[in-house]
Structure formats: structure tokens, C-alpha cells
């Protein structure tokens, strides 16, 4: 069962330094490495799709002479299938935190100093964000006091 998350506190950086430790807590269980393809290798993966269904329309008398929106239609769906193979290789290469640290020689456990650490100041940023950025907290409380908006009905 999980317990109240310690961002509920007040304090901004106690909060987001105890939600960090208690998420490292769970690390071995719940933190996951994913292998995730980028640069040129994207690249490759989306123009191979592109051209195999360029060659399949091809086949089947499709072409772009015919058709003003193909490239729009085969651009888009050679990256829903690059991301389709992104995403199948991520999901099938994903490495716990412990096995990440006995790859990496770590018996300091330095790894789980750095991502307690990156968790606390992304979680303060976040914070800070909500509180004071476009959208934040001004900006809601300002939409809650002003009430519904008109329908533009008279």
C-alpha cells in the first residue's frame, strides 16, 4: 500500500527532497533503463518506411502525380511506424537500476546519488513552474475567480 507522498508537504525543497528519497526507495522495483534509438538512427528507421510504402502504394498504381496529399499520408504513417518499432524496442530492453549499477561497476551506488538528486531538482523546477510560470497557479486562481466562461449566448 502506498503511503501519503511527501510532496504534500509544505517546504518545496524538503518535499521534493524527501519524495526523491522515496522514490529511490522503490528504485530497485519500480526503475526501469530503456533503450531508446536517436539521431540518425531515427532517420533510417522513418525514410525506410517511407520508401517501403512508397514502393507498396507503387505497386498497387499509386503514385504522387496522382495523389496531392500522398506525402503528407506516407510521412505520417512511416512515423507511426518507426515509433512503433521505437517503442517495441524500448519495451523489450528495459534494465533495472540494479543491473545498470552492476554493468557499471557502482558499488558506491553513485547512479542512485545522481537520479535522487535529478529527481529533487526536476521535481523543485516543476514546482516552481506550477507556482510562478504561464499556467501556473496566478493564472488558475484567476480563471477560478472570474467563474465559467460566457457562452456568448443573449
Known amino acids: ?22 522514490i529511490l ?29 512508397e514502393d507498396q502504394l507503387a505497386r498497387r498504381g499509386v503514385v504522387y502525380g496522382d495523389h496531392p496529399l500522398l506525402r ?3 510521412e505520417t504513417h512511416a512515423r507511426e511506424l518507426a ?31 545522481d537520479l535522487w538528486d535529478s529527481l529533487r531538482s526536476h521535481v523543485e523546477d516543476a514546482q516552481r513552474r506550477f507556482v510562478s510560470g504561464v499556467g501556473g497557479l496566478q493564472r488558475i486562481l484567476a480563471d477560478v475567480e472570474a467563474g465559467p466562461p460566457a457562452t456568448g449566448r443573449a
Open 25 to 53: 526507495s522503490r528504485a530497485d522495483r519500480d526503475l526501469a533503463f530503456v533503450i531508446r534509438l536517436v539521431g540518425e538512427s531515427q532517420y533510417l528507421l522513418v525514410r525506410h518506411f517511407q520508401l517501403f510504402i
Open 1 to 22: 500500500m502506498a503511503s501519503e507522498p511527501a510532496g504534500r508537504q509544505e517546504g518545496g525543497q524538503d518535499a521534493a527532497s524527501l519524495l526523491a528519497s522515496e
Open 72 to 74: 503528407p499520408f506516407i
Open 83 to 113: 515509433e512503433f518499432v521505437l517503442n517495441g524496442v524500448g519495451l523489450e530492453h528495459q534494465f533495472g537500476l540494479q543491473a545498470i549499477e552492476t554493468l557499471a561497476g557502482d558499488p558506491m551506488r553513485l547512479l542512485r546519488v
